[in-house]
C-alpha cells in the first residue's frame, strides 16, 4: 500500500509513562496530559464497571484473567501485520499460515483497506491535545474519499453498535488532537473488527454523529479532571 501514502504532515514525537496504577500519560513540550484509553478506562459507567465484574466472577477471576491476556496478544499480534502491509514491509500471502492473527489482517485488508483506504498520511500516529488528552491512532488518512481517523478491533465475539461507545469516543478524541495539531477536518471515525472465527464487521460514524461522540468525549475529559483533582483534596 506504499502507493496511497501521503507523508503530508510532520507528525510530533510524544513520550509515553505509565505511573504505579498502571495509568497511561503522554507528555509533548513539557505538557503532560493521560492517555485517551485512561480517560475512558477512569471514567467508565458503573453499569459498564458491574457488567465487567459480572463477566470476571461468571467465568472465574483466574480464567478472566487468561482469556484477558491471550485477546491483548492476539489484538497487538493483528496489529502489527496490519502497521506492516500498511508501510509495504510485507505482503499477506497467507499460503498455508495457520497463524489466526495474520489470516485476521488479511480479512480486514481485503473487506476494506484494499477496497476503501484512498490515502494514508500516517499509521501508529501519535496525537496530542493539550491540556486535554493523547494517545496513538492505528490509522489517519482518506477512507471511503473523507478524512478519517481508523481503529482496528480483534474481538472475540461479533459487536453491536450499541456496545462499542468507547470505540467511537476514541476515534472522536484523536480526531479532535488531530484536528487541532495539524489544521485538518476529519469528521469520520472507522472502526474495523474481525474475530477469530474471521468474521469482519465494519462501524462508521460521521458528521452530526461524529460531533455528538466528540462532544461526549470532551465531557468524559471533564469528569476525569473532576476525579483527579479529588485524589489530592
Not at 186 to 195: E, P, R, S, Y
Amino acid at each position: 500500500m506504499q502507493n496511497i501514502w501521503n507523508q503530508k504532515f510532520n507528525y510530533k514525537s510524544i513520550s509515553r509513562v505509565t505511573d504505579r496504577n498502571g495509568a497511561r500519560f503522554y507528555s509533548c513540550d513539557g505538557n503532560k496530559v493521560p492517555s485517551v484509553t485512561t480517560i475512558l478506562d477512569k471514567t467508565k459507567s458503573q453499569k459498564d464497571r458491574d457488567s465487567l465484574n459480572s463477566w470476571r466472577e461468571k467465568v472465574g477471576y483466574v480464567e478472566a484473567s487468561k482469556i484477558s491476556k491471550a485477546s491483548m496478544l492476539r489484538g497487538d499480534k493483528m496489529h502489527k501485520h496490519l502497521e506492516d502491509v500498511l508501510h509495504g514491509k510485507q505482503e499477506l500471502d497467507l499460503g498455508e499460515s495457520l497463524e489466526i492473527e495474520k489470516q485476521m489482517s488479511q480479512v480486514i485488508v481485503d473487506n476494506a483497506l484494499s477496497k476503501y483506504l484512498n490515502e494514508i498520511w500516517g499509521c501508529e500516529t501519535p496525537l496530542f491535545y493539550p491540556d486535554s488528552h493523547a494517545g496513538t491512532t492505528d490509522l489517519c488518512g482518506l477512507y471511503k474519499n473523507k478524512e478519517s481517523i481508523i481503529d482496528f478491533k480483534s474481538s472475540t465475539k461479533t459487536k453491536r453498535k450499541e456496545w462499542i461507545t468507547d470505540y467511537f469516543l476514541q476515534t472522536s478524541a484523536y480526531a479532535l488532537a488531530h484536528n487541532f495539531q495539524y489544521n485538518t477536518h476529519i469528521t469520520q471515525g472507522v472502526i474495523l473488527i474481525c474475530t477469530p472465527q474471521l468474521e469482519f464487521q465494519e462501524f462508521i460514524i460521521t458528521d452530526d454523529e461524529f460531533l455528538y461522540y466528540q462532544n461526549k468525549f470532551k465531557e468524559r475529559v471533564e469528569q476525569y479532571k473532576a476525579l483527579d483533582v479529588k485524589k489530592y483534596e
